[in-house]
């Protein structure tokens, strides 16, 4: 009975992280994001090619923030993911907006900085449903 259970949970955890956006309006949007960020999955194939100033965003959901190897993040984020910063929808759409003083407050730190100087104003949420729907999450 405790394997059926422990299956159970494990398949509810592995199902995909939904989000509440509009995809198809996220495909559009997100040609303000690739100047500085790419889509590609764990194997290397591009699925949106941009920019490396910014992180791969494949698979961001669920990601701890400031985590992507090889990437050169700035302090605060770093800290930010070390406190316990998981990229779910909310936490994407906020920092999005306006990721400087998203950091600040979520650490608390009036001298926090980001790296991400661009603000998306809208359309946050059908960026991060568009990502979650190329991720293969």
Not at 30 to 35: D, G, H, I, M, Y
Not at 38 to 57: M, S
């Amino acid at each position: 009975m405790n394997r059926i259970l422990a299956t159970a949970i494990v398949g509810l955890l592995a199902l995909p992280a939904y989000a509440e956006g509009d995809a198809e309006a996220g495909k559009k949007t997100f040609n303000k994001c690739k100047s500085c960020h790419q889509i590609a999955d764990p194997e290397g194939e591009v699925i949106v090619k941009g920019g490396k100033t910014g992180p791969n965003l494949y698979g961001i959901a669920g990601r701890t923030a400031g985590t992507v190897e090889e990437f050169k993040y700035g302090d605060s984020i770093v800290a930010a993911g070390e406190n316990g910063l998981v990229w779910d929808e909310t936490t994407f759409v906020e920092y999005a907006k306006d990721p400087k003083a998203f950091l600040k407050d979520y650490l608390g730190e009036t001298s926090a900085k980001s790296k991400m100087t661009f603000k998306l104003k809208k359309g946050a949420e059908d960026v991060y449903a568009y990502i979650v729907s190329v991720s293969g999450e």
